[in-house]
């Protein structure tokens, strides 16, 4: 697979209309790899790339509704907004607090999303899942970055895309990824999809009850 990098704004509406001959869903396809999907479920991602009813042409048309100006897009705005106003009503319960504001933005937009996303049973309330989605020191960070700093598995997904062996120079990474999978699949297990978000549960109908994935596969894939 060839993959071209096109930063030309102009240009991308043209080639997005020329979607069977230019294939982003092959990329978003071969992401499956990245998040440690089975062969099988990724064989199935990659089917009909150039028709509507293929796999990863016809999921983002499917979940639409749920990102359309209704019912279930409006869900999510609502919860969003109230689990903000509650993060901002804390710090000022407490008086005069310092904070990093950079980082409290960022854990605040966090929660809410993760919230109004996947619901009652969000597996990101658990401060080790959330700390090893956002915050995992990689080995490649101190090849361009001081090794104080900190690699996030977030920014680090694009060392796992360039790397096929990436759990030999990034470890830590590949542990970061493994204990989200792992609650992303105790919550689906759970049932916690059920009363997530429309965007989830369309999701969820589409790659399992359309096209077989199991459950396993459906969380890796939410990553």
């Known amino acids: 697979m060839r993959m071209c990098i096109v930063n030309s704004t102009h240009i ?12 982003f869903a092959a990329i978003a396809a071969g992401a499956g790899i990245t998040v ?11 089917q009909d790339l150039t028709s509507e009813h293929g796999f ?26 109230e689990v903000l106003a509650d993060e901002v009503e804390e710090p000022q319960a407490k008086g005069v607090v310092r904070l990093e504001l950079s980082q409290w933005s960022r854990q605040m937009m966090f929660t809410a ?24 020191q990689s080995r490649l960070s101190s090849w361009f970055v001081s090794t104080a700093s900190r690699r996030t598995f977030e920014a680090g ?27 992303m699949m105790k919550y689906m297990g759970n049932g916690g999809h059920k009363t997530a978000s429309g965007l989830v549960r369309m999701r969820f109908e589409h ?3 359309q096209f077989g994935l199991r459950i396993e596969e459906i969380a890796r894939g939410e990553l």
């Open 157 to 183: 997904f694009l060392n796992f895309s360039m790397f096929p062996f990436s759990s030999v120079p990034f470890p830590k990474l590949r542990q970061a990824r493994e204990a989200v999978a792992a609650a």
């Open 113 to 136: 999303t993760t919230e109004a996303v996947w619901g009652p049973q969000n597996p990101y309330r658990d401060p080790v899942v959330a700390e090893a989605w956002r915050c995992v």
């Open 12 to 23: 991308i509406p043209l080639l997005q209309k020329q979607w069977r001959t230019v294939s």
């Open 36 to 46: 440690g999907i089975s062969k099988e479920a990724v064989k199935i991602m990659h």
């Open 207 to 209: 790659h399992h009850d």
């Open 56 to 81: 990863s042409i016809g999921w983002p048309r499917y979940i639409i509704p749920a990102m359309s100006a209704r019912k279930d897009l409006d869900a999510i705005n609502r919860r969003s907004v």
